[in-house]
């Protein structure tokens, strides 16, 4: 039984000039002891879907659960659900120590179990020795910890956290991220986090729920998403480097069909297991979409070889990107970190037949994914 | 060539004499080390001239302001002269007396009767309106149709003068034909003759009364807008802790609105203690003695008895009282903005 389920959710947000639909028909369940991680650019509508659940937004339409209730009509109060805010909303006219036992305090626990229960937390996210100062001056990993600590002191069955790295260092947020998937398998909660920041999703999450323009995308594993993404904009947003588009259009000759990139820059044998979409769907503009991944400089028997010349090479140290200029186009894969090229050096490349996405031009929908969906379930 | 020399002398004399060091100082360790690291940056070393240049700056920026503190400074030192001698309107001469004013003052009844009348007013005009005002910004801080209208009326009371608002007051609280004391005698009949600041009784019920009437608004302006800066993160984590509303109001609003109140009451009190009008407008101190604050005392004093040096020295003493009472306030007003910002 789903922990947290949203049913045709909707947000509408009305002001006299305009209305906006922040949320639109939103359905997803949320297992108990999941990771979800609710992904999408800014203003995609997932902190708004976020304050739903845990009630600081009215739902405008839908229904939310949290367990076997029904909580639309429940105040934050008592939805029982922890969230770790964005900025940390720390209260910072009390001390560290105030601040974490506040839930505790807000219920009348007494004194000595609030005491009991403040040394646990800290300990846990190792925060003992701030317990006396002010929240003014905490660096903001240290915020971070204390607004974690003062969600879990409640151990709580959900726990909502929006955004909580966006604000701290690389270093810090690496370690952070770390810190909160440790919590995750210690607890056993539930968790819904909100980032914009692929990495952090895929690092994080037993699920990921893409989301875009107020609308659900895509709700998978982050090897779901990677290698069948239901559409442009998932495969778009998730891998980094950004995956590579081009527009193809479909050559038969006497031999063998191929897809051929419209201006020209190269041509693939189309792969045999495409057939049956295309004669399906004659008419459609085709992209094809290539991950910087499966692209290697080494020929491993891949029938399609590119030929192109190095424009931008980037130094990263543990991996290298390569972006090459193939005739009118641009192509950007892996290299490892003991290869090395120079501006307008000659490279030939290969691509992975059976890795390469196919989308419609018009709709973005991914077909080879449903193709692939299909195939699986057979 | 000559350029070259001239370059080398200045910077020969700079090794000779060491220039004048400023003071150890926050401020000056910045500017010393600015100094220093053009000089080696340059190749040459700073002169005099910019050295006096770089220090009389701060003065000079400021000459502006102090021109505009003379005609504050010149009658307040004057006032302060004036309660060291014995300047009486109906004497032709006077002369130093020291401290005299002074003691006489403070051995006298008067003066701790007006301290007291003063001290009253305060307590329980400032009390009340911090109250209500606390009360009606908190009603008002909604986005109910109710509160919209009421909010911008809010401001009414404080576009009458306070001189008018008083004989109007005045007027409505006659026991011959004020509205007030009609619709009193409504409910019962003997308090159409209620005699308000005609009695010494209800003296001061009835000034503070009216100053409530008049202030109340100030206080609850400056509190809505207090509550409306208010950063909701912190208002919002405490509903999702479990929070009820009576305890996030205790734990979070009133702590968080604190230096708001002391703003409204660091000017309310000043305004208070050197009241005037009301009272005046009033009853000018009585009925006897039971409205004679601070300042009417020291008016009757300068203005009445034509005793300068007395008058005076009251406004001294009330200075002093209003500048150690606001000196307090700021300074605990600005540990907790400190406090309160993260």
């Known amino acids: 039984m789903p922990s947290v389920r949203l049913q045709q959710v909707n947000k509408i947000y009305r002001s006299k000039r305009e209305r906006v639909h922040a949320v639109r028909d939103l359905n997803l369940g949320i297992t108990e002891g999941e990771f979800m991680c609710l992904l999408g650019p800014s203003g995609c509508g997932k902190t708004s879907s976020l304050r739903m659940i845990v009630g600081l937004e009215s739902i405008s339409s839908g229904e939310i659960w949290i367990g076997d209730r029904l909580v639309n009509d429940l105040s934050p109060q008592e939805r029982n659900v922890a969230m770790s805010f964005e900025s940390y909303a720390l209260y910072t006219h009390l001390s560290v120590g105030e601040n974490i036992t506040f839930p505790l305090k807000a219920k009348g626990m007494p004194p000595p179990e609030r005491r009991k229960r403040l040394v646990e937390v800290a300990s846990m996210l190792e925060i003992s020795s701030l317990l006396k100062m002010t929240p003014s001056s905490l660096s903001s990993g240290q915020m971070q910890q204390v607004s974690l600590a003062r969600a879990l002191i409640r151990e709580p069955s959900v726990f909502l956290l929006d955004e909580p790295l966006s604000h701290l260092d690389v270093n810090l947020r690496v370690y952070t991220r770390n810190r909160i998937k440790r919590l995750h398998t210690e607890l056993d909660t539930t968790m819904i986090y909100v980032t914009h920041d692929q990495l952090e999703a895929v690092a994080l999450a037993d699920r990921i729920a893409v989301m875009n323009f107020a609308e659900l995308q895509q709700v998978g594993t982050r090897e779901e998403l990677l290698d069948r993404p239901a559409n442009r904009f998932v495969a778009d947003f998730i891998g980094e480097p950004p995956i590579n588009f081009y527009e193809v259009e479909i050559q038969e000759d006497l031999r063998e069909t191929t897809l051929r990139e419209t201006s020209g820059a190269f041509s693939l044998p189309l792969p045999s297991r495409w057939e049956s979409i295309l004669d399906q769907l004659e008419g459609t503009v085709f992209e094809i979409g290539v991950r910087p991944h499966d692209i290697t400089l080494h020929d491993r028997g891949y029938p399609q070889s590119v030929q192109g010349e190095c424009e931008i090479f980037e130094f990263l140290g543990e991996e290298n990107h390569l972006t090459l200029k193939v005739g009118e186009v641009r192509m950007t894969l892996v290299v490892s970190n003991r290869e090395f090229f120079e501006t307008g050096e000659k490279v030939t490349v290969y691509l992975d037949p059976n890795r390469i996405h196919l989308f419609s031009k018009d709709s973005g929908a991914c077909l080879s994914s449903q193709l692939g969906s299909e195939s699986a379930s057979w | ?342």
């Open chain 2, 1 to 342: 060539m000559f350029h070259q020399k001239r370059f080398l002398t200045q910077s020969v004399f700079m090794k000779e004499a060491s220039p004048v060091r400023p003071k150890a100082g926050r401020d000056n360790v910045y500017v010393e080390a600015l100094i220093s690291f053009e000089a080696r940056n340059t190749g040459r070393s700073v002169s005099r001239w910019r050295q006096f240049q770089d220090k009389a700056k701060p003065y000079l920026i400021i000459l502006p302001a102090f021109l505009l503190t003379i005609g504050i400074l010149v009658p307040f030192a004057t006032g302060v002269y004036w309660s060291l001698t014995d300047y009486n309107l109906m004497r032709p001469q006077f002369e130093f007396i020291g401290i005299g004013n002074y003691v006489e003052l403070f051995s006298g009844g008067e003066f701790w009767h007006a301290l007291k009348v003063s001290g009253v007013y305060v307590l329980f005009a400032v009390g009340t309106e911090l109250l209500l005002g606390l009360i009606i910004a908190l009603l008002l801080n909604q986005e109910t149709f109710l509160a919209k209208i009421f909010r911008p009326l809010l401001i009414l009371p404080l576009l009458i003068a306070p001189v008018i608002a008083t004989l109007i007051w005045k007027l409505m609280m006659s026991t011959d034909f004020g509205v007030i004391n009609y619709f009193l005698s409504l409910f019962n009949p003997e308090l159409k003759e209620f005699p308000w600041a005609g009695s010494p009784k209800y003296a001061m019920l009835t000034v503070v009364l009216i100053d409530v009437w008049i202030f109340t608004p100030f206080i609850a302006l400056l509190l809505l807008a207090g509550l409306r800066s208010l950063p909701q993160p912190p208002f919002e984590a405490a509903q999702v802790d479990g929070a009820s509303r009576w305890f996030i109001f205790r734990v979070l609003t009133l702590p968080m609105l604190a230096p708001f109140m002391v703003i409204a009451l660091i000017f309310r009190i000043i305004d208070s203690i050197r009241m005037f009008d009301i009272p005046f407008a009033m009853t000018k101190g009585g009925p006897g003695d039971s409205l004679m604050n601070l300042q009417i005392q020291a008016y009757t004093e300068a203005f009445t008895y034509l005793n300068i040096s007395v008058g005076s020295a009251y406004m001294f003493v009330t200075w002093v009282i209003i500048f150690i009472i606001s000196k307090l306030m700021v300074g605990y007003w600005m540990k907790w903005r400190q406090r309160l910002s993260a």
